[in-house]
């Protein structure tokens, strides 16, 4: 989880090789009006997220519901959403939180040319991002490193979890 340009995708698609799992791409699961909505510019509304949110948690109820473990990406930006998405899986949740600066996170969104996030929605990200360090079941790791660092610095915090 993070906000855009954290390299989630990358990381969680590391994640899941690396446990020999299921990747999810929570950006995937957005509804159409969300997707328009960001790529002119416009930040979303917690109204915009529930929906996603909760089609987030079905999918992870439903793989641990028959025992399977996934890796999603999603930004999880704020306490309620991860609580959400807690309540929504129905059994054990982790969080990677992926953690940089502005000026590393707006260097990578500028570098990018395929996603829809625009770079001038960084800033709204930011705000609304409440930082989840120190919650129950969140693992965070900075993000001034290569993927494969980030993901083996990410596998050894969830290995501590338990």
């Given at each position: 989880m993070g906000v855009s340009g954290s390299g989630k995708s990358s990381v969680a698609e590391g994640l899941a090789?690396?446990?020999g799992v299921a990747f999810i791409e929570g950006d995937s699961l957005h509804p159409a009006g969300n997707v328009e909505k960001m790529s002119r510019g416009i930040p979303l509304t917690d109204e915009d997220r529930w929906p996603w949110l909760d089609t987030i948690g079905r999918a992870l109820a439903e793989s641990l519901g028959a025992g399977k473990t996934v890796v999603v990406s999603c930004s999880a930006l704020k306490g309620a959403y991860r609580d959400r998405l807690?309540?929504?899986a129905g059994g054990p949740l982790a969080f990677v939180f992926l953690k940089g600066s502005r000026?590393?996170?707006?260097t990578r969104m500028a570098a990018r040319h395929d996603h829809f996030m625009p770079a001038s929605l960084l800033d709204s990200q930011l705000a609304t991002l409440e930082d989840p360090s120190g919650e129950p079941?969140?693992?965070?790791?900075?993000i001034d490193a290569s993927v494969a660092a980030i993901v083996a610095a990410?596998?050894?915090?969830?290995?501590a979890l338990g």
């Amino acid at each position: 989880m993070g906000v855009s340009g954290s390299g989630k995708s990358s990381v969680a698609e590391g994640l899941a090789a690396a446990l020999g799992v299921a990747f999810i791409e929570g950006d995937s699961l957005h509804p159409a009006g969300n997707v328009e909505k960001m790529s002119r510019g416009i930040p979303l509304t917690d109204e915009d997220r529930w929906p996603w949110l909760d089609t987030i948690g079905r999918a992870l109820a439903e793989s641990l519901g028959a025992g399977k473990t996934v890796v999603v990406s999603c930004s999880a930006l704020k306490g309620a959403y991860r609580d959400r998405l807690r309540r929504a899986a129905g059994g054990p949740l982790a969080f990677v939180f992926l953690k940089g600066s502005r000026d590393l996170l707006m260097t990578r969104m500028a570098a990018r040319h395929d996603h829809f996030m625009p770079a001038s929605l960084l800033d709204s990200q930011l705000a609304t991002l409440e930082d989840p360090s120190g919650e129950p079941g969140v693992v965070t790791v900075g993000i001034d490193a290569s993927v494969a660092a980030i993901v083996a610095a990410a596998l050894d915090g969830l290995k501590a979890l338990g």
